[in-house]
């Protein structure tokens, strides 16, 4: 189309999606720009661009900090969404140097939350119950009436489906003990008593995931001696299966999984406690599928949403996890159990207070309801648990209802922009092009002058001066703007031309009203770009507050 390089952004933008997947800035992948200039400048030739041009998509107002990719992805995307809710919130503050003197929540992050391809999850009698109530091919269309379905399964039922899985893992998790210790050459007394580890009836705890510091994998070993005091119940049993890998290069993951292992050697309980390792995806499907309780103890808010506790749910499995990521939004206390700290900024933290809080769960509600039977065996209230976790969050937290969100909110939406933009030979582009040009070339010399407050009938009526240089009204949108304060929640209403000042070249009055409820001087004015088909400030950051 012959376009130059602006043109091109505006014309590709709309139809690009970044969805950003870690809450630390850390991992985002940064160069030195003369390493960018170095591999991109036969390009920058070839399109007419300057090297200024480039590197300004990839760092802040700084032309020397690094050249960091998210950066440039959230330039040059007409989308950008994180995948939780609370990682919606982590996200807005890390791209906040893209969006300079823009408030945080305004920050155009959005998130779809994740969800897990349930299909691959499920195991052979988890699907059989599936299939009998809710049909074979339940996950490939509509979920309507799928959690009103699959909360008629009997006690009975759902019971048995448990039980069997359990059985399952202990005899998978045997084998591949038996397997690794004769790999190693190990003691043949230890490894025909790997053929007998665990019991198949017991409460069986499980966690397995990368181990990371901020996963906090050994938290349960915060205090081993209360630990094993629950492992060694002989009236209510309970074992724990983990599994997971570090990464090579990661000394402080590697030693997690060393300090596991070492707890799991102790010979009181090689019985009661399995780490499966070479841990991969055969292992998790085993895994997931017959654990009664999975814990996730991530550190918040540093999980950005963490899936492997949506792969129990098909399975019957419940969570018992901190607030972060996808649990954040899941929980309910008649589905499964929370602990942690709720608010902290993963800065400050009591990782003791949180181990206690968890071990405390597991004496006072988790393992008491497990071992609660009636008359014919069953853990009622247990059961009642299961099939509302497995009703009411495995159709939400399925790759099912992810899909439909990123097409229904993103994927269409962005195709048919994308279309537009293109259309006519990029007609649309090079015009948002030259309007973006009359923006830059005109903003510094943008001016907000002397505003005036009066308070009628329980409202205030401000009124400004704005110089717009050589802008027309119709390319700006003034508002007045308050921050959160004292529990009341940030405002911004817009504010309307009443026409122009006389004598000023270019000058206008702008009002707006807002009831008496805060002091005069939360508010502020600010000025914005505005055009009907550019998404502000994903596109167009500029912005000018009242001084």
């Known amino acids: 189309m012959g376009l130059t390089l602006e043109e091109a952004c505006w014309a590709t933008r709309a139809g690009n999606v970044f969805t950003t997947h870690t809450p630390v800035a850390s991992a985002f992948d940064a160069f030195e720009p003369a390493l960018v200039v170095k591999y991109f400048r036969e390009y920058l030739d070839d399109v007419g661009a300057s090297v200024h041009d480039l590197l300004r998509l990839g760092h802040s107002e700084n032309a020397t900090a690094r050249f960091i990719m998210a950066f440039l992805a959230s330039r040059l995307c007409g989308s950008v969404n994180a995948v939780s809710a609370i990682h919606e919130l982590v996200s807005k503050r890390l791209a906040r140097p893209v969006f300079p003197r823009w408030p945080e929540s305004e920050v155009p992050i959005s998130h779809v939350t994740n969800g897990v391809h349930t299909p691959s999850w499920d195991s052979e009698d988890s699907d059989q119950l599936w299939t009998r109530i809710c049909g074979k091919d339940r996950w490939r269309g509509e979920l309507d009436g799928i959690s009103e379905k699959i909360a008629t399964a009997s006690d009975e039922e759902i019971w048995s489906m448990r039980t069997r899985g359990r059985k399952a893992l202990v005899e998978y998790a045997r084998l591949r003990l038996s397997r690794d210790l004769g790999q190693r050459g190990a ?76 707890f799991a050697r102790r010979p009181d309980l ?30 918040r808010p540093w999980e950005a949403c963490g899936t492997s506790g949506m792969k129990v749910l098909v399975n019957g499995g419940l969570n018992l996890s901190t607030l972060d990521g996808w649990w954040a939004e899941a929980y309910d206390r008649d589905i499964g159990w929370a602990f942690g700290d709720h608010v902290h900024d993963g800065t400050h933290f009591d990782s003791a207070s949180e181990a206690d809080q968890l071990y405390s769960l597991l004496e006072n509600e988790v393992i008491p309801e497990f071992y609660h039977r009636d008359e014919t065996g069953l ?37 048919k922009t994308f279309k537009k933009r293109i259309a006519d030979s990029a007609q649309i582009a090079r015009e948002l092009n030259l309007w973006q040009q009359r923006i830059r070339d005109n903003w510094s010399r943008i001016r907000l002058g002397a505003v005036r407050v009066n308070e009628v009938d329980g409202k205030y009526r401000f009124q400004a001066e704005l110089y717009l240089s050589e802008l027309d009204p119709s390319v700006l949108r003034v508002e007045l703007y308050a921050d959160p304060s004292e529990g009341r929640p ?33 508010y502020t004015y600010r000025v914005t770009p505005y055009h009907p088909e550019v998404h502000v400030p994903l596109e167009e950051n500029h912005i000018l507050w009242q001084k």
């Open 379 to 415: 853990p009622r209230a247990w059961l009642a648990k299961v099939r509302k976790s497995m009703s009411m969050l495995t159709p939400r937290f399925s790759a099912n209802r992810m899909v439909r969100e990123y097409l229904g909110q993103v994927y269409i939406p962005a195709a």
């Open 187 to 262: 003691d043949p007394d230890l490894i025909e008593r790997a053929r007998y580890v665990l019991d198949p009836k017991a409460l069986t705890i499980g966690f397995a995931r990368r181990f990371v510091a901020y996963k906090r994998p050994t938290l349960m070993l915060d205090n081993p001696e209360r630990l094993r005091a629950l492992l060694l119940d002989p009236t209510r049993r309970v074992q724990r299966i983990v599994a997971g890998k570090a990464h090579p290069q990661d000394a402080e993951g590697k030693g997690l999984v060393q300090a596991f292992i070492h």
């Open 490 to 522: 940030a405002e911004c209403m817009p504010a309307s031309c009443e026409g122009p000042i006389t004598g000023a070249i270019n000058g206008y009055f702008y009002s707006a009203e807002v009831k008496a409820v805060r002091p005069t001087s939360d």
């Open 270 to 299: 090689r019985d009661k406690v399995v780490f499966i390792e070479d841990y991969d995806i055969t292992s998790a499907q085993h895994i997931v599928a017959g654990v009664d309780v999975w814990i996730n103890s991530s550190l």
